[in-house]
Each structure stands twice: as structure tokens, then as C-alpha cells.
């Protein structure tokens, strides 16, 4: 007798405190000591987490009316642009926006101590943030200029709304040039010094549901500290991709599109980072539960490290020159040991992303679920997979003569 | 008589040559080694108080400074702000005496102030800005 669930009958047992939910990491050795078959029986919900930067993150806010009214069409926060192009003061705190006053990479390597990753932080923290907003003047909003200081709770709705997160893969970094480069994958060692890898492998939650079969528009997840949903599949969203035969990309595949209210967040979950040389961004936490609505599903929750492949990028030249070389295929668990041998070289590896915490969250995640507090959603439309056919686009650089 | 802490750091072609010798031999300076690992190709330190007469101390140092090995004072120490760490690992890979390290396990990092030699390489790479040299 095969297992069938639906997302019902599981939050039935959530609400009784009776699901039986374990981690993504968990999940490897039960599936190896009772088999598919009886796990699948047992277990209902299997979570996932990662924690790391997530460039294409930001805020929306709106910050309530001054007397006299403005329509902001600028507004910086401790002195960071928020873009103000939508209604009167309604504005979006992008992570990795800079002060004008940054020196940016004019000294190069520049450092980006602080940008709109950490404007978020500091909101979450309860902090006081300046704000100085600008407009035009108009017959129904005179005001010009203001400056106050605001915090997280006396703004109305500070809405998180992430375009593109939880990447699904992510390729490795190195540099064989001669001398250090700085990128978003860290700081690169010249002469392939260092690799330098961003996902949290068999914990991270598109990695253990590979062809999005639970995941969907409206999947309720931890995000931030808070809850969150996933309100579309994110920007680039891949799904086209090349995958082992486990199903399980070997590069950057699908992506999410993540919203959430940002005032139940906490900073330990959303931290203002700076990349040396490349800028500033947000360090996102997030955790998608995934029902076991049969024994496939569950099967893919316990993918391994060691099973989970993704490709070595040289980011001194195929990258940043859009070649599609390839130096190698490595999986998590050599990047996890710390080297991976590359071209017959030993190479230490860097890792960007928080296993740890990515950990911290999956735990998090199946306390909220296992103690009733966190019911699972139905979707309302899973995220378009490798029937879509989706293929990415690229610019292409048109002169006008 | 002058006496001073220095880093000493060497890049894996230089390893190999005698420099220390140099200092004893041919500037007649006392060398008290705290702290070193140094292997043959591979990237090294060595944490030295150097002392001698003054003018032999700045010969020597000039001496130091010509041959490529990176010469930069022992100062300061390394604060690891363990509340603002992301527990990414990533100042593990720049770190090159162990001060700075992962456990392989849980995969936390920790930091074991006396294995650090303040040589600055985990300042920048660390995103959360988690590590600070105070003076
Ligand atoms: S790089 Fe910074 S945040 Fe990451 S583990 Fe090291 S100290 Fe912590
Ligand atoms: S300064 Fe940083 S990189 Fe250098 S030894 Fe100390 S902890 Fe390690």
C-alpha cells in the first residue's frame, strides 16, 4: 500500500499536535534505517532551511502622512535611497542600495559598511532610522522636505517582499587569474586560492523538492524569523536547467519569490551584510516545510550531500564575460569536508552560506509545527516546472544607428 | 636596544629561503619565536620578537622588507563578536593559523584568540563585519 496525503489530513494532526515532522537533515537517516516505505508512513512534514545572502530582497513601507502632506518622490533612510516612484509615501528600501555619500569601489577594494540590508536590520531591531523625504509640492501635498526619525512600529505596513530567493544550486566560485578579485561569491584568492560555495545543500528547501511539487504560490514558510509566503516563483526561475539523475539541478535553477510582514521579523533572521569590493546586501532566513504527500516526494527530502552535484565557475573570466565553461562538477559533501581537488589541485573551500543556522531553522520550523502553531497551506498553483519550458533571456546590446 | 613584536608572513615561493639565519647572522639580532608554522611550498607565518642594537634592528628590518617576506607589527588584538557572526565559515578559509575555525560537525565556528597571530586577513572578508581589531 503506497501513502497518499493531502495537505488536509496533515494540518488534521498539526492541529492536534500529533504530525510527525522531522528536519531535512533528520530525514537521511531515517529513510536509511526504515526504508521509504515505512518513513513515508511515519512522517508527514520534513523541513528544510537556509540562511545566507539574498541580494534580491528589500522592503516595502509605508510611512503614514505628515501635516502637511508630501508626495515623496525621494526618501533616503540613514541616508540610503529607498525608491519613491510609487504613491505619496509609500517607498521600497531595496538590500543592496548605497548611500550617495559611499565611496563605492573609487578606492578599491570598497568596503560598503552599511546599505539597505542593513537599514532593514536596523528597522527589524527596533532601531531609530532617519528618514528624509523630498517632493515637488503639489496643490494636495505642499510639503517639500522632511526629517524625523522613525522606527518599524509607528510606520503603517513594512511588507517584505523578496523578488528572488532560496536559490535552487548555486554554482562554485574560483579565480585563476593572478591576482585577488572581489565578487558577491567573497573574496577569491588568485590561482584558484579558495572556492567559495552559497547553498545549504541537502537542508535547502528547493533542493529537496526538485521538481516543486509541493512548493507553490501561497506555500507558507519561516522567513525572516517571521512567517512568510511564497507569492510567485522568483526572477530567474529556471526550472530548465541541467539535473542529475536524481532529478536535482547541478546549477542555479528554480528560485522564490518570497512577502511577508516584516514587523514580525526578527534581526537575528535578516542581518545587513558587506561583501568587500562587490556591496552591500541582506542575509535572509528562510524555511519551507514540505508535506509528504507520497513516498516520491519524500524520497527527494532525502537527498544527501553527497548527492547533490553543482559546477565550478572561474569569476575572473567566464562569468563576469558570460563564457559557458565550466571548470568542474563537485558535490556538498567535498565542499562541505572544506578542499576539493580542481584540476589536480587542492583547493580550501569558502563557504558563504550558514549551515548552522540553516539548521537553526529547520529546527524552528518543526517546533512551530509539531507544537500546532504553524498549519501547513495548500498552494494555489505550484511553480511552473521543467513542463514550462522556461528559457532565460539575456540582453542584448542594440545601437541606435 | 630596540625589541618589537612582528608578523612575518610568507608567501609559499619564499618558505624555503633562510631569512631568519640572515637576521641572526648578519645583523647579529636576538630572535624570540612565539608563535610559527611554516611548511615547505606552502604558504607560512612566524610571530617574532626582534631586538638589537638600533642600528642593526633597522638594517635588518630593511633587510626583512627586501626579500618579499610581508613584515607588518604585532598589534592590537582580535575581537570576535560572536553575537553579530552569521556562523558562515567563510573568515575559516583566510584564517591561516586555525584562530578562526570551523567545527567540521556542527559547523560552528569559533575563535581561539591565542592561536591568532592579528593579521588582519578575516577584517574584510567577513560579511557581518564580525571582526574587529582593537587596540
Ligand atoms: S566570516 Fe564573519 S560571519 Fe562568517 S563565520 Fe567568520 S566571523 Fe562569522
Ligand atoms: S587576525 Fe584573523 S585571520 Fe589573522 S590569525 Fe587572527 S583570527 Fe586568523
Known sequence: MTVERTIAEINEKVKQGKAVVVTAEEIIDIVKEKGVKRAAQEIDVVTTGTFGTMCSSGAFLNFGHSKPRIKMNKANLNGVPAYAGIAAVDAYIGATALPESDPENRIHPGKFLYGGGHVIEDLVAGKKVKLEASGYGTDCYPRRHLETWITLQDINEAILFNPRNAYQNYGVAVNTSNKTIYTYMGVLKPRMGNASYSTSGQLSPLLNDPYYRTIGIGTRVFLGGGIGYVAWHGTQHNPSVARGENGVPTTGAGTLALIGDLKQMSPNWLRGVSFLGYGASLAVGIGVPIPILNEEILVSTAVTDAEIYTTVVDYSSAYPERKPEVLGKVSYAELRSGVIKLQGKDVPTTPLSSYAKAREIAQILKEWISNGSFLLTEPVQLLPSVEAGIELKSIEIRNNS | ?135
Open chain 2, 1 to 135: 636596544m630596540v625589541a618589537n613584536k612582528y608578523v612575518l608572513r610568507f608567501s609559499s615561493a619564499l618558505v624555503d629561503q633562510p631569512v631568519i639565519y640572515h637576521l641572526v647572522k648578519d645583523y647579529d639580532l636576538v630572535i624570540n619565536i612565539l608563535k610559527a608554522d611554516i611548511n615547505p611550498h606552502q604558504e607560512g607565518y612566524v610571530v617574532l620578537e626582534l631586538s638589537g642594537d638600533s642600528e642593526n634592528y633597522n638594517r635588518g628590518l630593511e633587510y626583512l622588507k627586501s626579500t618579499g617576506v610581508d613584515v607588518a607589527p604585532l598589534s592590537g588584538t582580535i575581537f570576535w563578536n560572536k553575537d553579530r557572526c552569521l556562523q558562515c565559515g567563510a573568515c575559516t578559509s583566510f584564517c591561516p593559523t586555525g584562530a578562526l575555525k570551523m567545527d567540521l560537525q556542527d559547523r560552528l565556528v569559533d575563535f581561539d584568540g591565542s592561536k591568532c597571530i592579528v593579521c588582519e586577513s578575516c577584517l574584510d572578508v567577513c560579511m557581518a563585519r564580525a571582526v574587529e581589531v582593537r587596540f
